[in-house]
């Protein structure tokens, strides 16, 4: 496993609960993924010695961090196999191929603009109206990286204090929704989708997902089908997710997509017979599908730390719910914003896991 964050861990503890034995690399001596790992190699993703070691111990090599250099991936691949591929991985490093990969699937992204130089910003004015928003090209999660911007003005010194790199300018849409799909593909070709998830973010930053979604199944469908479509195109192995805006005229557009295991995904854990985490170490190890069928209704919410403040949260509420699981991700030190950990509330209907999910988490605060 490439990569030591909580996407590392939860495949880790899969990987482990079906026997295999697994290697981290990450840099990081304190690492969620480490924690559980069979070795630790503590390491740059660039450290060629590092990474000939750790390519000759590994039978199958995945990742959980689309940031891993693709010379990293290319560089493993002489060792053994590695899924997903770096000509996958790459794509979703930058966000202007991304949306040019979109495009060539046949699939809308949301409208924007390629802005290399300031100049670009004016050439714009035809195609994204304003408010905006100005996104790095490479390098953001969790909303960073992103400035709205109400004019070509406010763009121009978004973009220089930004330090002028590669980004995109994207028209702001009217959501009426968001939604995800996370999905495994085999080295056969096979595609296996998850249920469609729900997705509330505050702040840039997810913050409870709602599955099944509240769309109609039609919607449903042409989300699974059109991420079946990018994981073909790419030839893609292991499980990935995909992130739709839902507009309020009815458009379902591309936001984004991750080359691994997603936030989005975190309900599979508890509430399908298969978790995305299990799907991947099935994927990579070329073994079948698991099982993707929803057992319960499920909301999961996301554990910042925010709600840390000076020592850990008062738990007592979300235990005594004993239908809700919590989900800790070993990590040492809790800052604004940090994903800490989640829990997920099962309830006969999704109205009724919404209600008890947000009272736990008014009691976190
Ligand atoms: P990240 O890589 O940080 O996840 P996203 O592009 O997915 O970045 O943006 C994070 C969130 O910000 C989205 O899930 C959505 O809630 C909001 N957002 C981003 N872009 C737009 C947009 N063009 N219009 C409306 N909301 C947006
Ligand atoms: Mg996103």
């Not at 966000?95 to 949301?110: H, M, Q």
Request: aromatic share 8%; charged share 20%.
């Amino acid at each position: 496993m490439l990569g030591g964050g909580q996407l590392g861990r939860m495949f880790t503890v899969a990987a482990r609960t079906l026997g295999y034995r697994v290697i981290v690399l990450e840099p990081d001596l304190h690492s969620p993924a480490a924690q559980f790992a069979d070795e630790h190699i503590i390491a740059p993703y660039d450290d060629q010695t590092a990474l000939a070691l750790f390519g000759k111990a590994c039978d199958v090599v995945t990742t959980e961090f689309e940031n891993i250099p693709a010379a990293t991936l290319e560089f493993l691949a002489q060792y053994c196999p590695v899924r997903p591929s770096a000509n996958a991985v790459k794509m979703a490093q930058d966000r202007i191929v991304e949306k040019e990969f979109v495009r060539s699937c046949g699939l809308s992204p949301v409208p924007f603009a390629t802005i290399r130089t300031p100049a670009d910003i004016a050439a714009a004015q035809g195609s994204v109206t304003y408010p905006a928003i100005l996104k790095t090209a490479r390098f953001g999660y969790d909303g960073k990286g992103q400035v709205t911007v109400k004019s070509a003005q406010e763009a121009e010194a978004a973009f220089a204090e930004l330090g002028q790199v590669d980004c995109v300018l994207e028209q702001r849409v009217e959501l009426e929704r968001e939604i995800s799909v996370i999905l495994a593909r085999s080295t056969r070709g096979e595609v296996r989708c998850f249920p469609v998830a729900e997705n509330e973010h505050r702040n840039g930053i997810l913050h409870q997902t709602i599955v099944p979604a509240r769309i109609d199944s039609k919607l449903a469908e042409a989300a699974q089908t059109a991420s079946a479509r990018m994981a073909e195109q790419l030839a893609f192995v292991g499980v990935m997710a995909v992130e739709f805006f839902l507009t309020r005229q009815g458009e379902l557009l591309v936001n984004e997509m991750a080359p691994r295991t997603h936030n989005s995904g975190h309900y599979t854990l508890d509430a399908c017979i298969t978790s995305q985490f299990e799907q991947q170490v099935r994927m990579v190890c070329e073994l079948p599908f698991g099982d993707t069928r929803l057992l319960s209704p499920v909301v999961m919410v996301n554990l910042l730390g925010d709600v840390w403040h000076d020592a850990q949260p008062d738990w007592l509420a979300l235990l005594q719910s004993a239908n809700t699981k919590l989900h800790l991700y070993g990590k040492r030190e809790a800052r604004v914003g940090r994903k800490m950990g989640h829990y997920c509330t099962l309830a006969a209907d999704t109205d009724s896991a919404i209600q008890e999910a947000e009272h736990i988490f008014q009691q976190l605060q």
